[in-house]
């Protein structure tokens, strides 16, 4: 009786060990192609070297680089998340645009689609047509869509985008968190409650780190950074505990540092005060340490 009762007990922790490995999240990490000046092969090829397993990126509209691409990533075995906007001087253009736009990212079947949705200054009633757009698309098209926290979008704010949140339950975000540190002034510290339910709604990080003066620190491993850095890595935990508790397979990370420009310059000479490629990399081996798998 006891050997049995001892053969139960081991085979409940084996069912019990075997449904835990199964519901393990895969983290997936990504590099973004802005400011990439190689071929998309020489590309691909540092990207792979570099540890990451796939590229986000906007459709290239000229069809001979966009097979490039589709050649490289199949080369050096990348996945492929998109970008997807909309343009217009009207809504209505605009709307047509997004939609235009996004249902020719889906027929890539990429992992998934990070939307740059509406404008600021679009009603709440014109901003929500556009996610409902998406919703249609994800739905039909059976590919991810998500809409990212950016200026200059309908979820340029925290507490504008809570509201969104609030009264569109199926709405999906792209955290990039460093647009509200920089619009807020602040690290948000004062804006928890629209926070906690943007982190609770988040499917793809933008991992890039933002300060209350600018949505992109110099260089994140610069000590004077610390607790900026901190402060996004407590967000991301949150959206990482979040996953495994809900039972998610996977969740997607993009390294999004941008260049020149967005990243800061010396006077006269604007030559970068750091390298884009080594701060994301840099990034991407930091969060792979923190969330081992």
């Known amino acids: 009786?006891?050997?049995?009762?001892?053969?139960?007990?081991?085979?409940?922790?084996?069912?019990?060990?075997?449904?835990?490995?199964?519901e393990k999240l895969h983290i997936k990490y990504y590099c973004?192609?802005?400011?990439?000046?190689?071929?998309?092969?020489?590309?691909?090829?540092?990207?792979?070297?570099?540890?990451?397993?796939?590229v986000e990126a906007w459709l290239p509209g000229d069809l001979k680089e966009r097979k490039e691409m589709i050649d490289a990533l199949q080369k050096y075995g990348l996945s492929l998340g998109l970008l997807s906007g909309g343009s217009g001087a009207s809504f209505e253009q605009y709307r047509e645009s997004f939609k235009r736009n996004l249902e020719e990212a889906a027929g890539m079947k990429p992992d998934y689609i990070n939307c740059h949705t509406g404008k600021e200054y679009y009603s709440f009633e014109q901003n929500k047509q556009l996610i409902d757009i998406g919703q249609v698309v994800m739905e039909k098209q059976h590919v991810p869509v998500y809409h990212e926290t950016h200026r200059?979008?309908?979820?340029?704010?925290?507490?504008?985008?809570?509201?969104?949140?609030?009264?569109?339950?199926?709405?999906?975000?792209a955290l990039d968190i460093s647009h509200w540190c920089n619009v807020h002034e602040s690290l948000l510290g004062d804006q928890q409650e629209a926070v906690a339910l943007a982190l609770a709604r988040t499917e793809h990080i933008?991992?890039?780190?933002?300060?209350?003066?600018?949505?992109?620190?110099?260089?994140?491993?610069?000590?004077?950074w610390k607790n900026t850095v901190d402060q996004h890595l407590a967000w991301w935990d949150e959206i990482v505990k979040q996953h495994k508790q809900n039972g998610a397979k996977v969740l997607t990370i993009t390294t999004e540092f941008g260049p020149a420009g967005y990243?800061?310059?010396?006077?006269?000479?604007?030559?970068?005060?750091?390298?884009?490629w080594s701060v994301n990399v840099y990034m991407l081996n930091l969060l792979k340490d923190r969330y081992k798998e």
């Open 206 to 224: 933008h991992a890039r780190i933002g300060h209350p003066e600018g949505p992109q620190v110099n260089d994140p491993a610069a000590p004077e």
């Open 152 to 173: 200059g979008r309908f979820s340029f704010a925290a507490h504008l985008t809570k509201d969104y949140l609030v009264k569109i339950p199926s709405l999906r975000l």
């Open 1 to 22: 009786m006891k050997r049995f009762l001892l053969l139960i007990l081991l085979m409940a922790n084996f069912f019990t060990l075997l449904a835990q490995k199964q």
């Open 263 to 276: 990243l800061p310059t010396l006077p006269f000479t604007q030559q970068p005060v750091a390298d884009q």
């Open 32 to 54: 973004t192609n802005w400011g990439n000046a190689d071929s998309w092969d020489r590309f691909c090829e540092r990207v792979k070297k570099a540890g990451y397993q796939g």
